[in-house]
T-cell receptor, first 113, second 115 residues
Framework: DQQVKQNSPSLSVQEGRISILNCDYTNSMFDYFLWYKKYPAEGPTFLISISSIKDKNEDGRFTVFLNKSAKHLSLHIVPSQPGDSAVYFCAASVTDSWGKLQFGAGTQVVVTP | EPEVTQTPSHQVTQMGQEVILRCVPISNHLYFYWYRQILGQKVEFLVSFYNNEISEKSEIFDDQFSVERPDGSNFTLKIRSTKLEDSAMYFC?????????????FGSGTRLTVV
């Protein structure tokens, strides 16, 4: 099941620079998209989300962009901090699907000093 | 900050045995979920639960799986006869609302190892 794809398994970025994580989806029924962050031995932590009626949502250092025509979304983290080192998951859902999230495979982000 | 609590953190069981994974969702949440992540694979949806009923389940959630809210605080996942391929990290999650718009709160997971 490849409905949500994160093609970059890893990303290394310097502290203070921008991290850009990408996610593609194939199911045009998806209307809500979320980003989660996961540290080892912990569950995923909700970061930010975006509805399909928007193309941008911002929360502090995190901004999610949605390009519906390209079925593509991205998460920008600026400035990147060492504490941002984690695995980031993109997830998508259909609003009436009773909570069924489709996750991507994740991108391991390493922020170096 | 309220959290979802899962016990045990690690469970080892023999193939064919029954296991029960336990979760205490956030107290004012009404919607509950189980997800799992097999090592090296994606996080996968198993089941959602509301008002003492399953709302939706995936193809993975076959007759070997069941969920229950036995009292006002616990939410359990039972695997009747475990198989080697059930080895995974199992995450419980809860939310106030039934849509995904609010971003669930996940527990830290139970690592299930079937030997």
């Amino acid at each position: 099941d490849q409905q949500v794809k994160q093609n970059s398994p890893s990303l290394s970025v310097q502290e203070g620079r921008i991290s850009i994580l990408n996610c593609d989806y194939t199911n045009s029924m998806f209307d809500y998209f979320l980003w989660y962050k996961k540290y080892p031995a912990e569950g995923p932590t909700f970061l930010i989300s975006i509805s399909s009626i928007k193309d941008k949502n911002e929360d502090g250092r995190f901004t999610v962009f949605l390009n519906k025509s390209a079925k593509h979304l991205s998460l920008h983290i600026v400035p990147s901090q060492p504490g941002d080192s984690a695995v980031y998951f993109c997830a998508a859902s259909v609003t009436d699907s009773w909570g069924k999230l489709q996750f991507g495979a994740g991108t391991q982000v390493v922020v170096t000093p | 900050e309220p959290e979802v609590t899962q016990t045990p953190s690690h469970q080892v069981t023999q193939m064919g045995q029954e296991v029960i994974l336990r979760c205490v969702p956030i107290s004012n949440h009404l919607y509950f979920y189980w997800y799992r992540q097999i090592l090296g694979q994606k996080v996968e949806f198993l089941v959602s639960f509301y008002n003492n009923e399953i709302s939706e389940k995936s193809e993975i959630f076959d007759d070997q799986f069941s969920v229950e809210r036995p009292d006002g605080s616990n939410f359990t996942l039972k695997i009747r006869s475990t198989k080697l391929e059930d080895s995974a990290m199992y995450f419980c999650a809860s939310s106030e609302q039934g849509t995904t718009n609010y971003g669930y709160t996940f527990g830290s997971g139970t690592r299930l190892t079937v030997v």
